[in-house]
Structures are given as C-alpha cells and as structure tokens.
C-alpha cells in the first residue's frame, strides 16, 4: 500500500507519495492525522522540495512529536524514500498496534532467568511474527504464550477495580498550590466578589471564596510477570485493570524479560479485549526476570516523564532476580531522586517466616517507602491504611 | 541561499550555531505560522532560540515562565481589582449607577494584560516563549491550545479579544511530564541534542571570542568527554560556556597544567554533590589530559 510505485505512468503525484508516506509513519506508531499531511505539504512548499535533505528535515518537524519519533524519523525515511519501501512492511508488523511498548533487542538472550525456570535457556521470546524460525517452537515456549483471558475474568477486574478506587483515594494528598472557588475557602476571591458587589453598589457584601484543591497522586504500577510470579498473575493482573480504570492518569507496566506498556490496551472497554490486547503485547509472560534491568531501564527512560514527587511508583514483584542485584539498588535509587514514592508489594512476604533474603530483594529494601505482602486482592484492599499514611 | 539557510546565518550573526534540524523547524514554524515545541535536555539553548530570533527579527520577546499552578490570572489577563474598587466607590460618590459603570469597570482600562494576552495585542508581531511547557498543569495546557489555535482570547465581561498580529510563538520543555497530544499536534516539533564537536568549537567562538584555538580546543573535549560519564547532571552549552569564562578569568591558557584551577573551575559545570564526587581531580585531570 504504502510502497512506492517505479512507474512514472503509474504515479499519482507528490501530493499522494507525501500522504503514502503519512501513512506509512502511521503504521509505524506517529500519532499523524489528516491535518498533519496537510501541513506535511504547505511544509514542503515553503522550502525546496526537491532537496532531499531539505525535505528530509521539513518533514521531520512536522511529523515528529517527541524524541522518540525524532529518534525513529531518519530509518523511517529512508524506508520509505530510498528503498523502494522494503522495510515498510516488516517495521509496520512490528510496530503495529503496540502504541509506545518498549522493545529492546539485546538482554532478552543475555538476561534469561538462571534462577528459576530451565526453559529459559532456550527462550528466545522475541516480539516479531515474522520469519520462519519463530514457527518451530517448543512445547516450554508455547507454554509461555500463556492466554490471559484464562488467568483472569472480567468479574476478577470489576472486583479489584473497586479495591483500587479505594486505595487511589487512600493516596490523595493536599498540596495544590492554585486555588480553586469553593464554598468555604480560605482566601477571599476578588475577580467574584468584586462582581458580585456591583449588585450590591460596590459593598462587597458577600464574599466568595477560594480554596487549594486536592491532588490526587498519579500511580504508576509495574508488574513481574516472570515464571515465578506466574501463580500470582490473576490477582495482580486484575489489580492493574482496575487500576487503569479507576483512574484515568494511571500508567501500568509489565516486565518479564522485556518491559512492556500496558495502560493503553488495558484501558480498553471491553475487558476481554484488553486482556487480548494485553497477551498480544506481553509476549513471553512466565519467562526469566530481569527486575534490575527493566526498572533500570524504566527509571532511565519512562520514569523521566512518568515519575515525579506527586507519583507513587508500585512495584509488584518477588524480587527474584536474574540480573546483579546491584542493578535493582541502582534504578531505585534513580527513582527515588525523581521524588517519587515507592511501594513494593510482595507475595512471598505474606509467608511465615519470610525474610527478605534474594539478594534483588535485600537491595531494594532501603529505598522502599512500604514493602508488603500481597497475594490475593483481600491483601491488596486491606493495604488502604499503609497507603493513605503514605 | 534557501530562506532557512539565510536564517541560520542571522542567527549565527547573533551568536547561536543552530543545527540544521532546528534551523529548518524555526524556518517551517515562521513560514507556516506554527508553534514550535523544541524539546531537549536542560542546557543545550532552547530557550535562547527564542531570544536570537527576536534579535534577528528586531522585535520584542515576550516569555511566559511556566511553573506548577500557573492559572490564567497570571498567565493570560487579570482585572485590576483596587482599580476597580476605587472606581466604584468614586462612581458612587458622583451618584452614578447602572450600566454605564458596569461598562466602564469590565473595559480595557481596567484589564492587567499578562504575557500571553500581551503577545497578541502588540502592534508588532512579538517572540512569544512559552518556557518549560511541561512544568504547568494540564488544564493550562488546555487554556494555551485555545489561544495557539485561534489566537483570540476569551474575557467574559467583555467579549473575544482578536489578535492584532499573530506572536511566533516557541515552546519548550524538559519532559517532566508527557506533553497531551493534541499540544503536540498542533505544534511543530525539534528536538534539540547536545551540538557536537565541531558546533560546540562554533559556539565558542561565537559566544567568547578571545579564547585561544587550542584551549577552546580543549574545553570542547573536556567537556564532552564529561557528558559522557554517569552524571545526573549533564554539562549543557550554557555551563560550557560558564566554564570557558570561568577559565579566561583564572588565567589558563591549558587545561592540563593547573589541575587546582581546573577543579575550581569545576564548580560551573557540576552542579550536585554526586557529581562532584564522581569526578574527582584525578579524573577531572585524565579527561583535561584526554582532551588535550
């Protein structure tokens, strides 16, 4: 659709090469309208079109909204201008559908779980369907394209949507500086009174008032999802749907292996479909952990935006981990310089006689703000007063 | 000469190396009477953009400083209240009443124009900076989408006020917060990176014209090379150039050789405590080797 035609009697005119290419930076994940194509054009004519290089750096300020764009612009170009658009198609399989994941090509090998599960070793869980290789899969590795419709059910998520109302409003604090009007304020709002006064001869007899609102906190949940947390799927998944739902500024992670955005395809409507949405992006679920690579990688990237002194960062995980534990010390201690406050919540700590003795686990202790268990979405709501003291 | 390359070399004129990137955003942005969001890390001359090109253009900057709980009183207009209470309490000395002081309390006279109503009201079309978007709320953000896309401004009590000209307008963030999509779509977009070498040796030379080429030469390099450790803080342009004064003003003709003076100097490039400590004079005095 979007490959560029050889022949010249077969050519429809820059104008459709230029909305083809639109189209093309569409299917590989820019946000880009009807509008944008126009102004892609007026752009075009305002420099000379015909310099590649000229055209090349007009379209980029037109089309790009972010550094991660800007960063993908130049590949996506060449794609669809240089080469015959041979790219285009394996790039928009790979991009399509999945909004802003994050893939990353190395350390999905490196990282492989030496910890717990043996299939590991062979797993290669990599996002693309392309290529014939992927096709010949093993039993263990069909094992990990677990279904999550099967692990959770819609009636799962409306009971944790519930919970998490709760804890959302367990975290809301005070400390808006603007003042809205409000009935009983504190301060004396002028523009109102003022207006009001003009009724009464310019006494201002009444006053109205105005008062700092509250502001919620933003959550932001990331969940391991590697083998050994797998039993733990059904709550903690439906924890995060509710969430998401409960709150529209919610951001929810996962990471196994990868570390994966979640928010947008669980904010679907239809719960089913969210999850389906949510299997498709989360490819490799109840494989190896890497938990310091991925928060390091979340702190580093993600969090810059995501994270700040009005977002509680809630981590649900065992703390096995794959990588040095040196690495999860780190990202925490990244995070916590953005202000945010940190809860882990742990399923293995609701044992008796559990210690935190994984190494990941003991490193992360020190900059937690709450560390607890949680197993079930009982344990979940019962959390309310740790969080509210917050 | 294309117009874009005519305005990197006035910007030059003015001191500022801009990369063709932006150069080409700027252009787009004056041609097409579009927003520029310019986005980068703290320090690499976004907001000096804007001041360059109001030089360029001989014309007024007008920047709106953004800042958590920034609301449309000090953003957009605000009405001179004690004006307005003198202005009552006179009309009734005088026995007026009615709608004639309504109409004369709610006129223009009365309005305190804030930056942004400021920018559309000028007789000659301003810069207008709107400086670290992203520190405001979201629901500012709302309020600045109606004015960027209309340039007109709403006030109740007296109607829409219709830009006289239209501001070019240049945004800027950090990312401290995802900027909404629809600001983004109606903006055209640069991402500003530290300059390279050979840029960065252009700044310099822009910006402190007596330094020596070889040491000029060297902070470059020191200073890239600083970029390239575990900082939290990275060095911007803004702290190069701090560092090259700083160094003409001890004396220092080579960095290598005063490895004290260095670490004073120090002080204008590393601006936390863990920084400080993670480059201490033995590496602060490889990098100057390196560099040299």
Redesign the interface.
């Known amino acids: 659709m979007s490959r560029v035609t050889r022949f010249a009697a077969r050519d429809p005119g820059p104008a459709a090469r230029v909305a083809g290419f639109m189209a093309h930076l569409r299917a590989n994940g820019f946000r880009l309208g009807v509008a944008e194509t126009e102004t892609a054009l007026a752009a075009l004519a305002a420099v000379r079109a015909a310099d590649p290089g000229e055209a090349r750096t007009a379209l980029k300020a037109v089309a790009c909204g972010s550094a991660e764009d800007a960063g993908r612009f130049d590949d996506l170009f060449d794609a669809y201008w240089r080469n015959g658009g041979r790219v285009v198609q394996r790039a928009a399989t790979a991009g399509a559908g999945s909004g802003r994941t994050t893939r990353e090509g190395d350390g999905r090998a490196s990282g492989a779980g030496r910890l717990h599960a043996p299939d590991d070793a062979g797993r290669g869980g990599t996002a693309e369907a392309a290529g014939e290789g992927r096709r010949v899969a093993s039993r263990a590795q069909a094992l990990m394209r677990r279904d999550l419709r099967e692990l959770v059910s819609p009636q799962d998520i409306a009971a944790a949507e519930a919970v998490a109302r709760r804890l959302g409003a367990a975290l809301r604090d005070q400390r808006s500086r603007r003042r809205k009007a409000a009935r009983q304020g504190r301060a004396i709002d002028l523009r109102r009174t003022i207006r009001a006064s003009l009724a009464t001869g310019g006494t201002p007899l009444r006053l109205a008032r105005r008062r700092r609102p509250d502001r919620p906190v933003r959550i932001v949940a990331l969940c391991d999802l590697s083998g050994s947390m797998l039993a733990f799927a059904r709550p903690y998944l439906a924890f995060l749907a509710g969430l998401i739902r409960a709150d529209r500024t919610t951001e929810a992670w996962l990471f196994h292996t990868r570390l994966v955005r979640i928010t947008d395809a669980l904010r679907d409507a239809d719960t089913l479909a969210a999850l389906n949405r949510v299997t498709l992006l989360a490819d490799g679920i109840g494989g190896g952990s890497r938990i310091g690579g991925n928060l390091d990688r979340f702190a580093r990237g993600p969090a810059r935006q995501g994270v700040n002194g009005r977002t509680v960062v809630m981590i649900l995980s065992d703390g096995y981990d794959s990588d040095p534990p040196a690495g999860i010390d780190q990202a925490l201690a990244r995070l916590r310089r953005r202000g945010g406050r940190l809860v882990w919540l742990n399923p293995l700590k609701g044992w008796s006689g559990y210690a935190p003795v994984a190494a990941g686990m003991a490193a992360a202790l020190p900059h937690l703000d709450l560390f607890a268990a949680a197993t079930t979405l009982a344990d979940l709501a019962a959390l309310e007063a740790d969080l509210a003291r917050l | 000469m ?3 390359q005519t305005l990197t070399a006035d910007l030059a004129r003015h001191g500022y190396i801009a990369a ?2 932006l150069a ?2 700027l ?3 004056l ?2 009477g ?1 927003p ?1 969001l310019i ?2 890390a703290a320090g690499v001359g976004k907001t000096e953009v804007a001041r360059t090109l109001a030089a360029v253009k001989a014309t007024e900057l007008i920047r709106l400083q953004c800042y ?2 920034l ?1 449309a ?1 000090q953003a957009i207009y ?2 001179n ?1 004690q004006r ?2 003198l202005a ?2 006179a ?2 000395e005088a026995g007026e ?1 009615g709608r004639a ?2 109409e004369r ?1 709610f006129s223009e006279a009365f309005l305190l124009e804030r930056p942004l109503l400021r920018a559309i009201r000028r007789p000659v079309a301003p810069v207008l900076l709107i400086d670290e978007i992203d520190r405001a ?1 979201e629901e500012f953000e709302a309020y600045l989408l109606e004015i960027l896309s209309d340039f007109q401004i709403t006030v109740p009590e007296l109607g829409t006020l219709a830009a006289v000209t239209r501001p070019m307008v240049i945004l800027t963030s950090n ?4 900027l909404s ?1 629809a600001l ?2 109606r903006c ?4 500003v990176d530290y300059p390279d070498r050979a840029a960065e040796l252009a700044i310099l030379a822009a910006r402190c014209p007596g330094l020596p080429e070889q040491l000029a030469g060297q902070i470059v390099g020191f200073v890239q090379a600083l970029r390239r450790e575990d900082l ?1 803080k990275k060095p911007g342009v803004a702290e190069l150039l701090d560092f090259a004064a700083a160094l003409s003003g001890l004396g220092i003709n080579d960095l290598s050789g005063d490895p004290a003076a260095l670490q004073a100097a120090l002080a204008t490039l590393l601006k936390t405590e863990a920084d400080r400590a993670a480059v201490p004079a033995e590496v602060a005095a490889r990098l100057a080797g390196k560099a040299a």
Do not use: C, K, N
Request: glycine share 6%.
């Open positions: 294309t117009d874009w063709p990137d080409m955003a252009h787009l942005s041609a097409l579009r520029l986005e980068g958590e709980g609301d009183a605000e009405w209240y307005q209470l009552i309490r009309a009734a009443t002081v309504e309390l709320d990312g401290t917060r995802e999509d983004r779509r055209l977009y640069a991402h939290d």
